[in-house]
């Protein structure tokens, strides 16, 4: 059974840092792209950042390019995603993703998804 669970979340004030992680098990982990979404309230889900397998590839979305990192341990089966400066438009449920496709944006790319956790930035 595959199994993403994401920790790390909180609140946090604007301009602060967070670093989410994702543990994964039921899975070969190093044979899957990874990456972050993130949906707020009412919103569609959004994409975040993503890393290929071997983790030398990263890409993230305009909005937290220059704020966010996302960074993978193939040993430890983790994926990471530091956050810095954060803005109260950063507040969402971060969602730690699976799939088979490197460097897509697309929910329909990644086959597996974590139940999220919860990030709140304040003003």
């Known amino acids: 059974q595959v199994q993403l669970v994401e920790s790390g979340g909180g609140l946090v004030q604007a301009g602060g840092s967070l670093r989410l992680s994702c543990a994964t098990s039921?899975?070969?982990?190093?044979?899957?792209?990874m990456g972050w979404f993130r949906q707020a309230p009412g919103k569609e889900r959004e994409f975040v950042c993503t890393i290929n397998m071997a983790g030398s590839r990263t890409y993230c979305a305009d909005s937290v390019k220059g704020r966010f990192t996302i960074s993978r341990d193939n040993v430890k089966n983790t994926l990471s995603l530091q956050m810095n400066s954060l803005r109260p438009e950063d507040t969402a449920v971060y969602l730690c993703?699976?799939?088979?496709?490197?460097?897509?944006?697309?929910?329909?790319?990644?086959?597996?998804w974590g139940q999220g956790t919860q990030v709140t930035v304040s003003s």
């Open positions: 993703v699976a799939g088979y496709y490197t460097g897509s944006s697309s929910t329909r790319n990644y086959a597996y």
């Open positions: 039921g899975v070969t982990f190093s044979n899957y792209a």
